[in-house]
C-alpha cells in the first residue's frame, strides 16, 4: 500500500474555500486517485476522482464548485473546494490505487487500498 498524509482542512464559513492535499510516502501503484468525504450519520461518498491522464469526474453535488488535481512530480493529490456549503461538512480521505473505468460515455472509479488518515471540513453558515 502507498501512505497518504492529508492536509489542508479547517473551519470556514459558507461560501469560503479550502485546498486539501494529499502527499504519497511511496508512489508504486498511485495509479488513479480520488478523494471521499464522510458526513455524520452518512454514508461514504465520492466526491471526485482523477485518473493518470488527468481525467476527472465529480459527484454532482459539488459539480462546479470543487476541482480535483494531481502533481506527480510531488506525488501529490489536490482537492480545491470553493463556494462551501454547510453539507460539504465531514471528514475527507484521499484514496490512491483505485481502478478507473472509461466507457466512452462516462467513467467510475472504484477505491484503491492506500487511505489518508482524514481531515475534517466544517463548514458554518
Known amino acids: 500500500q502507498v501512505q497518504l498524509v492529508e492536509s489542508g482542512g479547517g473551519l470556514v464559513q459558507a461560501g469560503g474555500s479550502l485546498r486539501l492535499s494529499c502527499a504519497a510516502v511511496g508512489t508504486f501503484g498511485l495509479g488513479a486517485m480520488g478523494w471521499y468525504r464522510q458526513a455524520p450519520g452518512k454514508q461514504r461518498e465520492l466526491v471526485a476522482a482523477i485518473n493518470s491522464r488527468g481525467g476527472t469526474k465529480y459527484a454532482d453535488s459539488v459539480k462546479g464548485r470543487f476541482s480535483i488535481s494531481r502533481d506527480n512530480a510531488r506525488d501529490t493529490a489536490y482537492l480545491q473546494m470553493n463556494s462551501l456549503k454547510p453539507e460539504d461538512t465531514g471528514v475527507y480521505y484521499c484514496?490512491?490505487?483505485?481502478?478507473?473505468?472509461?466507457?466512452?460515455?462516462?467513467?467510475?472509479?472504484?477505491?484503491?487500498?492506500?487511505w489518508g488518515q482524514g481531515t475534517q471540513v466544517t463548514v458554518s453558515s
Open positions: 484514496n490512491a490505487a483505485g481502478v478507473w473505468e472509461a466507457r466512452g460515455s462516462g467513467s467510475h472509479y472504484s477505491e484503491g487500498d492506500s
